[in-house]
């Protein structure tokens, strides 16, 4: 079993930024993919980004050139940079981490992230 904790959600005017964090309990090393999920009200959740092991990485369309993901295996912590913020983004955000692709995920509790126009 793995826990993922998360931080760094809030309030922020549009144009603003914010940085997620998501620390796992245990080491990352053996889980290829990590990654955030979001949900807004009346929403699917939808995949915003995703960072692989080997380094590669993945963004929703809506955020590329906005939002940057990395990992830092000796901390076992994931990071979401979220900058130039919409209030289209406004969602609850949901860390996860995957053994590989196919893989059920674990999840974080989610953090709310409210951008206001």
């Known amino acids: 079993q793995v826990q993922l904790v998360e931080s760094g959600g809030g309030l922020v005017q549009a144009g603003g930024s914010l940085r997620l964090s998501c620390a796992a309990s245990?080491?990352?090393?053996?889980?290829?993919?990590m990654g955030w999920y979001r949900q807004a009200p009346g929403k699917q959740r939808e995949l915003v980004a995703s960072?692989?092991?080997?380094?590669?990485?993945n963004y929703l369309d809506s955020v590329k050139g906005r939002f940057t993901i990395s990992r830092d295996n000796a901390k076992n912590t994931a990071y979401l940079q979220m900058s130039s913020l919409k209030p289209e983004d406004t969602a609850v955000y949901y860390c996860?981490?995957?053994?590989?692709?196919?893989?059920?995920?674990?999840w974080g509790q989610g953090t709310q992230v409210f951008v206001s126009s």
């Open positions: 960072a692989f092991s080997g380094g590669a990485t």
């Open positions: 996860y981490l995957r053994r590989n692709w196919g893989d059920d995920p674990y």
């Open positions: 245990r080491s990352i090393l053996s889980f290829n993919v």
